[in-house]
């Protein structure tokens, strides 16, 4: 076995190479955009075809959703065309591709969680290019998985965890939205459960998709963070979706739902995925933190 991890300088690329080197040790190559550039065809042909890997994990994506609806080219280029590049010079080599896609392919009108099955509407410039990134992987590679995520964070890069940390430190007062519903998932669990499957007896192809387990809104969230870092001075205040758009413009459209259901992933590789709190301890630890 021999892996290639691209956008391994993210926050769930960084998790990935910390379980992969204690686990794996010495078995994968970590690429990011300073050492190739993914929407180079012959770029990457060459690299995967000179490194005769088995498998690649792409965590790459353009991830910035409000940026998106400015610059399309940019976010389509990095979710669509990078994906080409790496599907077609997958199924030249025969390496097997695990690609992380987003919640962001559907609506948010559900009421229920997201089956791999159901219908996507992606309704942001974002949610569109990852969807077109899945499409033209699985036209191109069908022996590929693709892995839907919500609301990842981690100890590194920027995420929701970080951001909130730093307001909480701030302000007195704090206005989060109350009216989104999903699942905080640890990049740590999800980089565990990609190694599950890279170590597993069996590939299985198609869609999966991974949270951590249970549900919250973006204020349970922060009052989560609040409580478990003991930042509690800052008043955290609900509000609704329009609300918070009055006073904070953004850009593009966000699920109002966006649940997903892990009964697939959970039965196909026998994982265990803990409640997203229990891991959010795990994580603000981690970096020092506690009540």
């Given at each position: 076995m021999k892996i290639l991890v691209t956008g391994a300088n993210g926050q769930l690329g960084t998790e990935l190479r910390a379980?992969?080197?204690?686990?794996?040790?010495?078995?994968?190559d970590y690429t990011d955009v300073d050492t190739l550039d993914l929407t180079d065809a012959a770029a990457v042909s060459r690299y995967i075809t000179n490194g005769e890997y088995t498998h690649i994990v792409n965590c790459a994506a353009y991830t910035a959703v409000d940026r998106a609806e400015m610059e399309p080219a940019k976010c389509l280029a990095v979710n669509f065309d990078a994906v080409r590049n790496i599907a077609a010079a997958a199924y030249?080599?025969?390496?097997k591709v695990l690609h992380i896609s987003t919640?962001?392919?559907f609506d948010g009108t559900a009421h229920k969680p997201y089956g791999e099955a159901d219908?996507?509407?992606?309704?942001?410039?974002y949610g569109t290019s990852k969807r077109k990134g899945e499409m033209v992987l699985m036209s191109l590679c069908p022996s590929a998985i693709v892995i839907r995520t919500a609301w990842l964070y981690s100890p590194h890069g920027n995420n929701f965890v970080k951001t909130m940390l730093r307001l909480l430190n701030e302000r007195a007062r704090l206005s989060v939205i109350c009216d989104q519903i999903g699942t905080p998932t640890s990049a740590t669990d999800l980089a565990g459960a990609i190694v599950s499957i890279?170590?597993?007896?069996?590939?299985?192809?198609g869609f999966y998709h991974y949270t951590d387990?249970?549900?919250?809104?973006?204020?349970?969230?922060?009052?989560?963070?609040?409580?478990?870092?003991?930042?509690?001075?800052c008043e955290i205040v609900p509000v609704s979706t329009n609300?918070?758009?009055i006073e904070n413009i953004t850009a593009a459209t966000r699920p109002h739902y966006s649940v997903l259901d892990k009964q697939r992933i959970k039965r196909t590789y026998s994982l265990s995925i803990p409640h997203w709190e229990e891991s959010l301890i795990k994580c603000l630890e981690r970096m020092n933190i506690k009540a």
């Amino acid at each position: 076995m021999k892996i290639l991890v691209t956008g391994a300088n993210g926050q769930l690329g960084t998790e990935l190479r910390a379980i992969l080197e204690s686990t794996m040790p010495g078995l994968t190559d970590y690429t990011d955009v300073d050492t190739l550039d993914l929407t180079d065809a012959a770029a990457v042909s060459r690299y995967i075809t000179n490194g005769e890997y088995t498998h690649i994990v792409n965590c790459a994506a353009y991830t910035a959703v409000d940026r998106a609806e400015m610059e399309p080219a940019k976010c389509l280029a990095v979710n669509f065309d990078a994906v080409r590049n790496i599907a077609a010079a997958a199924y030249e080599s025969g390496a097997k591709v695990l690609h992380i896609s987003t919640d962001y392919v559907f609506d948010g009108t559900a009421h229920k969680p997201y089956g791999e099955a159901d219908k996507v509407n992606p309704t942001s410039t974002y949610g569109t290019s990852k969807r077109k990134g899945e499409m033209v992987l699985m036209s191109l590679c069908p022996s590929a998985i693709v892995i839907r995520t919500a609301w990842l964070y981690s100890p590194h890069g920027n995420n929701f965890v970080k951001t909130m940390l730093r307001l909480l430190n701030e302000r007195a007062r704090l206005s989060v939205i109350c009216d989104q519903i999903g699942t905080p998932t640890s990049a740590t669990d999800l980089a565990g459960a990609i190694v599950s499957i890279l170590k597993a007896v069996q590939w299985v192809p198609g869609f999966y998709h991974y949270t951590d387990e249970g549900v919250a809104s973006w204020y349970d969230f922060a009052k989560a963070i609040a409580r478990n870092s003991g930042l509690t001075q800052c008043e955290i205040v609900p509000v609704s979706t329009n609300d918070y758009n009055i006073e904070n413009i953004t850009a593009a459209t966000r699920p109002h739902y966006s649940v997903l259901d892990k009964q697939r992933i959970k039965r196909t590789y026998s994982l265990s995925i803990p409640h997203w709190e229990e891991s959010l301890i795990k994580c603000l630890e981690r970096m020092n933190i506690k009540a």
